[in-house]
Each structure stands twice: as structure tokens, then as C-alpha cells.
């Protein structure tokens, strides 16, 4: 149990809890911005991993293009991981796919430049004239690079490919507002003033940028997988387009326009231009998700293996939370707690002062962390691995379990989880800040028809009921948690804690304990397993699965791992090279196998959705 000190960010209702005093702040230095929750806090919610850290943008964040490119990162992702993304990127994307894909890239192009024509009609400003008009020229060139594309493979693009329904709704939509039809503005033939007109301008800047930026983040992150020794990709042009400093150099003049013709807009004008940038955005994952793919993938993960038992596992602290449950624990210990000898109740007179509680918790936080990072070094000293040491690696861990059960010891011993009253925990459990996604991913995961899915959440958390309570609120009751349970006299703790999962090897004996009773269940059934996690305490686990997917950026996770060899690898970099393995004469998707040694790094629950389970 990573147990922390209390801080006010972790509850997202200040009257969270029965007695009054939870409305007030708890005053003190160490819940302030020194304190290791509210350090931890404010990095899962400031932090730039809260998107893939390949999805950056080199202009300022402060400008809107940077503000809703991270914003709708969502859209951006279920692109890159659509089956078609990944298996051009692998370079095993059937060339009768390809070759549509370019006949319906034409086709939008050719409507990208007309919407330019009518932008540049609309500005008021002739130095923007010019910016508009020179980006209709980098769409012509582009349209010339397709055009060597169809020469290279000898097709009639207009002869032989209709425009799709996908294609047909973008550049609609595309053309619309560069006509001024946008929700919100003058109708046609009333746009009276040039300022009025050059809205549509704007407004035709906020329909294409998303797509410019989109593919040169495709570009880049395609390009960062080519193998410079691999000279037969067969994508490697378009690649090499898309990933150039020049196309770089539009997509940045396209947002650098929209920031200048929106500067002086209204906030409602710029809620149309948000509106504007995420349609395009959505459009844009239809049209990769609409290209026909007759070859396996891959990805979605579920879909291709929608004929096998899935067993998804999963962390609770910092994994699926924002911050840890030990936090939420003391801070309703702490809020609860008598204030001084006269506000003691006849129920309460076991119970530590709120000061004394304050106290006996800071020492604990100290105490286990310094203990903890003493212990993460002494295994490091242990010589290092020359290749994946899985025995090796239980061994050390046995160290750190032994470190957290005497962690455990000490709580208990504190009395500092006494008089707890179940009511408050589960208020809290329902109020619990999650990862943004996490939800989604069980809930859509749970509710999919045909496929036979289980989701374990495995904890160290002292007490279940309170997970138990986070997913009831969001709808996820199927969820199977196996954690630490507080022992209760009327809904009061008594301060003793049921040990069930105290340390990474009982995580991974409780992994191993669900999959065998699975597999008596029916021995002929195959499974795949999934594990998610954040820690060093979910090593072994990710390990054992089928597929372990590494959430965030722990260090000391990394650390442990690299030193018992194993290679941490991000998910679409990993997906792309699993593609790249599967035989297009294979009916299924290629095995993913547990203890191979490698672990797919993720550094939002967004990913996983895109992976797991696709495009809606």
C-alpha cells in the first residue's frame, strides 16, 4: 500500500462526509503544496503524459490550435490505432486498400481546395488572402504526390472509385462551412460586412486545421517506426510526405492562421470554432475507420478475439485513481475524527484526536517512504540481468512484500483506522476521482454483446468496500474486486484490516487463483488475459498476462524492470510490430503470449480504449 498523507484534491464534494466539519479545509502545513498527495494530485491532472507524449505540438499550448489538439487527443488516437493506420504502418496494408484510400483522398483534397477558395474570399485582410491562397497550394502539390501515386500503380482513380459515404460527409461538411452554412452564423447572402465574412474565414481554418495537424502527427509517428535499413515499404512515400518538414511547416501555417483570424472573436464564436475542430476531428476517424479491409489485424483487440474467455485484471490506486485510496482513508479518519476532549461522543471515546490523527499519519507517510525507496535500491544493488529474469525478479519482490506487510503492521498498530464509519467510506468511494476513461473502458468492455468478459480489479487497498463503491456509482457493479477489508462492529472499523492482497506476490497468486478456477471451469476454452498497472507491485502480474499494459510513468516500475530485463515498449509501436508479424493466411490474430518479457507502456486510459476496444 503506497499510503500518503491527505490532501482536500482528493474529494470532489466538499460535503462528502456526515459530520460538519468536512465543509471546512483541514488547515495545515502538510496538506499543503509540500505534501506527496497533492504533488501526485496535481501531476495526473497537470502533467503532459495525460496524453500520449508522441502527441505533442511545437506551437504554444497557450494558442487554441494547441489547446484543442490536446483536447480532442481522443478522436486523434482511435485514427492511429484504426486497423487500417496500424497495418499501413506495418506495411502489410493490402494494396487494393491503399489504392482506395487514395481515389477517396483525392476526392477530399479536391474539396479541401475549394474550401480555401471561398476562405480566401471571405478574409478582409489581404495578407491573409495570401496565407489562404498558399495553402491551397500545398493542397495542389499534394494532390500532384497522389497523382505519382496513381501512375505508380496504374489506376483510374474517377473511373474505378466512387466517393464513399465517410468521404462524402467530411467533405460536405467541409464545404458548408467554407459556404458560411454553420451553426450560429448569418445565413448566406446576409454575412453584410467584412468582418462578418471573415468569420467564415475562421471558421474554415477551425474545419481543416484538425486534419493537417492529424496527419502530420501520422506522419511523424509512422516515420519513427520505418526501419532505415528497410528499403521495400511499401508506404514508405507516403510516409516520407507526411512526416517531412514541409508538410510539418503547412500544418503549422494552418494553425498559426487560425489563431490570427480568431484572436479578436467572442467566446461564443470561439465555442463554434471548437465545435468545428472536433466534428472535423470525428470525421476524420470515420474516414480512416471506413477504408475496406478484407486482411486480419490486429486491432480491435476484443473483436479479434471475441470467440475467446477474456479475463481483464487490473490496479485500483493511481491506476484506475487519481490519487491513492490510503489519502482518502486518512482524510476521513482525520475529518471525523473528535476535535478536542469535549466534542468527543460516547461512540468516539476510542478514537485519537483530529491533531493527533494528523500526526500519527504524517509520521506513517514519512516513514513508509523513505522505507520504500530504501527498499526499491536494495534490490537494485542485486547484480543486473543480462536477459529477462522472471524468477530472478519474484525473488526480489519477495523483499518489497515483506517491506509492506510490516507497512501494514504499523497502521494497524497506529489505531489510526479506528472508528471509520462504513456510511463515510462509501460516500467517498462514489466521490472518487478517477482516470479520465477508465469507466468507459469496463463499462463499454461489460456491456459488449457476445463477448465473454471479466474484469478483477486487484488491490492493495485497505478496505474493498470503498472500490467496491467507486465503480457502483459509474455504473460498473460486475466488476470483481479483490483487495483488503476493513473488520466493521455496526459500521464502525474497528482498525483491524482482513489481509487478502498485501503485496505483489499475493497480487500475483490471486491472478493465478482466478485463472485456474477459469480454466476448470472449461479446459477446452482459450483465454486472454489482460493486466493493467502502475507500480512496481504489479510487475509480476503484468508479467503473467497475456498483455500488460503499463499506465503512466513510474519510474521505480521502470527501474525494477529494466533491471530484470524487462523491455518496456510503447503500445503502438508494439502493435505495429505485431502487425507486421501476422501472416494476412492466418485467421486469427497473431498469439500474444504471457512472461515473453515485454510490457506496452500507455500514458492514458484513451489509448487502451482505442486499442482494446476501437471506434464506437
Aim: proline content about 4%; charged content about 25%; overall charge negative.
Amino acid at each position: 500500500m503506497r499510503f500518503l498523507f491527505p490532501t482536500r484534491l482528493i474529494i470532489n464534494s466538499p460535503g462528502l462526509l456526515r459530520s460538519p466539519r468536512a465543509a471546512a479545509p483541514i488547515r495545515s502545513l502538510l496538506f499543503g503544496r509540500k505534501s506527496p498527495v497533492f504533488r501526485s494530485a496535481v501531476a495526473a491532472f497537470s502533467s503532459p503524459m495525460a496524453i500520449p507524449p508522441s502527441i505533442s505540438v511545437n506551437h504554444s499550448e497557450e494558442a487554441l490550435p494547441g489547446k484543442l489538439w490536446i483536447k480532442f487527443n481522443r478522436e486523434c488516437l482511435f485514427s492511429i490505432y484504426s486497423p487500417f493506420a496500424v497495418s499501413l504502418a506495418a506495411g502489410n496494408l493490402e494494396i487494393e486498400t491503399f489504392r482506395h484510400y487514395i481515389a477517396q483522398d483525392v476526392h477530399f483534397l479536391k474539396a479541401f481546395a475549394h474550401a480555401y477558395e471561398l476562405a480566401a474570399e471571405c478574409a478582409d485582410d489581404d495578407d491573409d488572402k495570401l496565407a489562404i491562397s498558399n495553402l491551397r497550394k500545398s493542397v495542389m502539390e499534394e494532390l500532384k504526390m497522389h497523382d505519382s501515386f496513381v501512375q505508380d500503380w496504374d489506376l483510374d482513380i474517377n473511373k474505378e472509385v466512387g466517393v464513399n459515404s465517410a468521404t462524402s460527409k467530411y467533405t460536405q461538411f467541409l464545404l458548408a462551412t467554407a459556404s458560411g452554412k454553420v451553426e450560429g452564423l448569418k445565413a448566406p447572402g446576409m454575412l453584410d460586412t467584412p468582418f462578418e465574412k471573415t468569420k467564415v474565414a475562421a471558421y474554415t481554418l477551425g474545419a481543416v486545421t484538425p486534419c493537417m495537424r492529424l496527419y502530420a502527427f501520422l506522419g511523424k509517428e509512422f516515420g519513427a517506426l520505418l526501419d532505415p535499413t528497410e528499403v521495400n515499404h511499401p508506404y514508405k512515400k507516403w510516409i516520407d510526405s507526411y512526416s517531412s518538414d514541409a508538410f510539418e511547416a503547412s500544418a503549422k501555417q494552418t494553425e498559426d492562421l487560425l489563431e490570427k483570424l480568431s484572436v479578436c472573436m467572442t467566446g461564443e464564436e470561439l465555442d463554434i470554432i471548437e465545435k468545428l475542430y472536433r466534428q472535423a476531428m470525428k470525421l476524420e476517424v470515420e474516414f480512416f475507420h471506413a477504408q475496406p479491409l478484407s486482411q486480419p489485424t490486429v486491432v480491435p483487440l476484443l473483436k479479434n478475439h471475441s470467440k475467446d474467455d477474456l479475463v481483464i485484471f487490473s490496479d485500483f490506486d493511481l491506476t484506475c485513481t487519481v490519487v491513492d485510496s490510503s489519502a482518502i482513508l486518512a482524510e476521513i479518519a482525520i475529518v471525523t475524527a473528535p476535535k478536542d476532549d469535549q466534542s468527543r461522543s460516547a461512540q468516539q471515546n476510542h478514537r485519537m484526536l483530529s491533531a493527533d490523527l494528523k500526526n500519527t499519519w504524517s509520521q506513517l507517510s514519512k516513514q513508509y517512504t523513505e522505507h520504500y525507496e530504501e527498499c526499491i535500491e536494495s534490490i537494485l544493488n542485486k547484480e543486473k540481468a543480462e536477459k529477462f529474469d522472471y524468477e530472478g525478479l519474484c525473488e526480489a519482490l519477495e523483499q518489497l512484500s515483506d517491506f509492506e506487510k510490516k507497512a501494514n503492521n504499523r497502521v494497524i498498530e497506529s489505531g489510526v483506522l479506528k472508528g471509520l464509519n462504513l456510511e463515510d467510506i462509501k460516500r467517498a468511494g462514489e466521490r472518487l476521482i478517477l482516470q479520465d476513461g477508465c469507466m468507459d473502458v469496463f463499462k463499454k468492455i461489460l456491456k459488449t454483446e457476445n463477448l465473454k468478459a471479466k474484469v478483477h480489479v486487484l488491490s492493495y487497498c485497505w478496505c474493498g468496500d470503498l472500490i467496491r463503491a467507486a465503480f457502483s456509482a459509474g455504473g460498473v457493479d460486475a466488476v470483481e474486486v479483490h483487495a483488503n477489508e476493513f473488520t466493521f462492529e455496526e459500521s464502525i472499523s474497528t482498525g483491524e484490516i482482513e489481509r487478502k492482497v498485501e503485496s505483489p506476490i499475493d497480487k500475483a497468486q490471486q491472478f493465478k487463483s482466478i485463472l485456474q478456477s477459469k480454466k476448470e471451469e472449461d479446459e477446452k476454452k482459450s483465454l486472454l488475459t489482460v493486466y493493467i498497472g502502475d507500480s512496481v507491485g504489479d510487475l509480476l502480474c503484468l508479467l503473467e498476462a497475456d498483455i500488460g499494459i503499463v499506465v503512466g510513468s513510474s519510474s521505480s516500475l521502470r527501474r525494477v524492470g529494466s533491471h530484470f530485463g524487462v523491455s518496456f515498449v510503447p503500445l503502438f509501436s508494439g502493435i505495429v510490430q505485431k502487425q507486421k508479424q501476422h501472416s494476412q493466411e492466418e485467421e486469427s490474430s497473431p498469439t500474444w503470449k504471457g512472461l515473453s518479457g515485454t510490457l506496452y507502456t500507455v500514458s492514458s486510459w484513451a489509448e487502451i480504449h482505442s486499442f482494446a476496444l476501437g471506434w464506437e
